[in-house]
């Protein structure tokens, strides 16, 4: 992804710690089903250096980090940034701690440590564990690089739509992007690559954004249907996928800005629906996804229905990242 350096942050290219993320590739979903209709992608991100599209977002902000000087760093997350922030700080010789709430998927706590964070898990959601991470740090002087909390990550993020636009430029861009929405930072990037694109005269109309989360945990979903201008935050949250149960998301306003800019929308999905995704993909297309990754393509249908992706369009869903570490997992 440092292929487009000169629209990233970091100054000094020696400062980079890269993994050699970035430039997933874009899979075509045979037609089948309800999906039959549409031209149907998948971009798939489960084979990044740590297993999802967090490694993006890390790549960026630690390398600015370090360029800055800074050398202890501290997240909280829900396993897959925890996990990325882990690898690239240990590529880039600065601490980690890493806050995951206590039901987090063990590998991913396994995987903390093997790069060498220090891990503490917290009773409750990503919302406890970021209470207790920004307590907890509060006078070590360790910097907090929580999902739009900073803005280098969004900047990582960022290149997921560069590289939807340099994939598809040769034929046309999809008329929609499905994506899993949790924290939010992928459409609040994606947003932001497209407005540079325009402004750089590469680009004209841009996709529609579409966010998808569970029935049991969608604030995102709610604002968006009530017209409210930020979330607020859902009540006794639930989800089978571990990315997507972000109560209220940080800076909200620049989620819901992306998806209405676009004259995109959201759709929730069941934790069944999702389930059976998980399934449906790796059996009928052989691709490993996460239940968050899995969310678009059971949002599909539900699309169809209601008219927000219509007969004949292109459209492209996000895999957000691999299904290995959910092996077992009894949500699944």
Same mark, same amino acid.
Request: aromatic fraction near 8%; glycine fraction near 12%; charged fraction near 20%.
């Given at each position: 992804?440092?292929?487009?350096?000169?629209?990233?942050?970091?100054?000094?290219?020696?400062?980079?710690?890269?993994?050699?993320?970035?430039?997933?590739?874009?899979? +075509?979903?045979?037609?089948?089903?309800?999906?039959?209709? %549409?031209?149907?992608?998948?971009?798939?991100?489960?084979?990044?250096?740590?297993?999802?599209?967090?490694?993006?977002?890390?790549?960026?902000?630690?390398?600015?980090?370090?360029? %800055?000087?800074?050398?202890?760093?501290?997240?909280?997350?829900?396993?897959?940034?925890?996990?990325?922030? @882990?690898?690239?700080?240990?590529?880039?010789?600065?601490?980690?701690?890493?806050?995951?709430?206590?039901?987090?998927?063990?590998?991913?706590?396994?995987?903390?440590?093997?790069?060498?964070?220090?891990?503490?898990?917290?009773?409750?959601?990503?919302?406890?564990?970021?209470?207790?991470?920004?307590?907890?740090?509060?006078?070590?002087? #360790?910097?907090?690089?929580?999902?739009?909390?900073?803005?280098?990550?969004?900047?990582?993020?960022?290149?997921?739509?560069?590289?939807?636009?340099? $994939?598809?430029?040769?034929?046309?861009?999809?008329?929609?992007?499905?994506?899993?929405?949790?924290?939010?930072?992928?459409?609040?990037?994606?947003?932001?690559?497209?407005?540079?694109?325009?402004?750089?005269?590469?680009?004209?109309?841009?996709?529609?954004?579409? #966010?998808? $989360?569970?029935?049991?945990?969608?604030?995102?979903?709610?604002? %968006?249907?009530?017209?409210?201008? $930020?979330?607020?935050?859902?009540?006794?949250?639930?989800?089978?996928?571990?990315?997507?149960?972000?109560?209220?998301?940080?800076?909200?306003?620049?989620?819901?800005?992306?998806? +209405? @800019?676009?004259?995109?929308?959201?759709?929730?999905?069941?934790?069944?629906?999702?389930?059976?995704?998980?399934?449906?993909?790796?059996?009928?297309?052989?691709?490993?996804?996460?239940?968050?990754?899995?969310?678009?393509?059971?949002?599909?249908?539900?699309? !169809?229905?209601?008219? @927000?992706?219509?007969?004949?369009?292109?459209?492209? !869903?996000?895999?957000?990242?691999?299904?290995?570490?959910?092996?077992?997992?009894?949500?699944?």
């Amino acid at each position: 992804m440092w292929r487009y350096r000169e629209l990233l942050p970091v100054r000094a290219f020696e400062h980079v710690r890269s993994l050699g993320e970035g430039f997933t590739p874009i899979l +075509r979903l045979p037609s089948e089903g309800p999906a039959s209709e %549409l031209e149907l992608f998948l971009k798939d991100e489960g084979g990044m250096p740590t297993g999802s599209f967090k490694a993006r977002g890390m790549a960026v902000a630690v390398s600015r980090a370090r360029e %800055l000087g800074l050398t202890r760093l501290f997240v909280p997350s829900a396993g897959n940034a925890g996990v990325a922030l @882990a690898a690239y700080g240990a590529r880039a010789g600065v601490r980690v701690r890493v806050y995951l709430p206590e039901a987090t998927p063990e590998p991913m706590k396994a995987a903390c440590r093997a790069y060498g964070a220090e891990l503490v898990t917290v009773p409750g959601t990503i919302r406890d564990a970021g209470e207790r991470a920004r307590a907890a740090e509060r006078s070590t002087g #360790a910097f907090d690089l929580s999902t739009l909390r900073e803005p280098y990550r969004a900047d990582g993020k960022k290149t997921m739509g560069l590289e939807v636009w340099e $994939q598809f430029r040769a034929e046309r861009l999809p008329d929609a992007i499905v994506y899993p929405t949790g924290g939010g930072t992928g459409l609040v990037g994606m947003f932001r690559a497209f407005l540079e694109l325009r402004a750089l005269g590469l680009l004209e109309a841009f996709p529609r954004l579409y #966010a998808v $989360q569970t029935e049991g945990c969608a604030p995102v979903v709610r604002a %968006l249907e009530t017209g409210a201008e $930020q979330v607020t935050p859902w009540e006794s949250p639930t989800s089978s996928a571990p990315g997507l149960l972000v109560p209220a998301p940080f800076a909200s306003e620049r989620i819901l800005e992306a998806v +209405r @800019a676009t004259r995109g929308g959201g759709v929730t999905v069941s934790d069944d629906a999702v389930r059976a995704a998980v399934g449906g993909l790796a059996r009928t297309f052989g691709i490993s996804a996460s239940p968050e990754g899995a969310a678009p393509w059971a949002a599909v249908p539900a699309l !169809l229905r209601s008219g @927000a992706v219509r007969s004949g369009e292109r459209v492209l !869903l996000f895999n957000t990242g691999s299904g290995i570490p959910f092996l077992g997992s009894p949500s699944l």
